[in-house]
Structures are given as structure tokens and as C-alpha cells.
Nanobody, 117 residues
């Protein structure tokens, strides 16, 4: 099992920046990829960005050029730097960790990001 704890959400004006953090604990040696997803009210959860153990990254088109995902393996932490935030980025952001060997995904509790216009 993997436990994930997110932090860094909050309220920011449009054009501002936030950095989200996700600290992993438990069976972290088996994690292949980590990522950020978000869910706005009345909408389905969607992928924001992912990063593999080899640091290969993938981004949703809507955040390319504005968001950056990174990981610090020594701290077992993944980050999401969000710049040029827009009101449509408002959502609960969830951290996820995938373990290919066990074919499972663990989720954090989520952190609210609100962007005011």
C-alpha cells in the first residue's frame, strides 16, 4: 500500500501561481509513476500531469506551458508547479501513484485550488 498526502492548495487570483506537493509513504519502492488529477464540480476527474520513475512527463493540453511536474526521489515527493492560473483551473487536485506490478493506483485525499477572476 502507498499513502499519499497533498498540500499547497489555496485561493489565488488569475495569473498567479501555486505549488502543490504530494508526499508518498509506505511501499514507495514499487511506484512506477505518479501524477496529478483534478475534478471540478459537476465534472469527471481528469489527468493534469504524470511523471514516471525515469522522469518522463506527460501533460494535459490545457496545462501545457503553464504547469510543471517534478519529483524528488530522496524526499519521496512529487510537485506540481502551476503558473498563469486561470479560473477554469479551479478544482480539487488529487495526487496518484501507480504500481504496475500490483496493477493498482493509490489516491491522496485531495487539495482545493480556487482561482478567482
Amino acid at each position: 500500500q502507498v499513502q499519499l498526502v497533498e498540500s499547497g492548495g489555496g485561493l489565488v487570483q488569475a495569473g498567479g501561481s501555486l505549488r502543490l506537493s504530494c508526499a508518498a509513504s509506505g511501499s514507495i519502492f514499487s511506484i512506477n509513476a505518479m501524477g496529478w488529477y483534478r475534478q471540478a464540480p459537476g465534472k469527471q476527474r481528469e489527468l493534469v500531469a504524470t511523471i514516471t520513475s525515469g522522469r518522463r512527463t506527460n501533460y494535459a493540453d490545457s496545462v501545457k506551458g503553464r504547469f510543471s511536474i517534478s519529483r524528488d526521489n530522496a524526499k519521496n515527493t512529487v510537485y506540481l508547479q502551476m503558473n498563469s492560473l486561470k479560473p477554469e483551473d479551479t478544482a480539487v487536485y488529487y495526487c496518484a501513484a501507480d504500481r504496475a506490478f500490483y496493477s493498482d493506483r493509490s489516491w491522496g485525499q485531495g487539495t482545493q485550488v480556487t482561482v478567482s477572476s
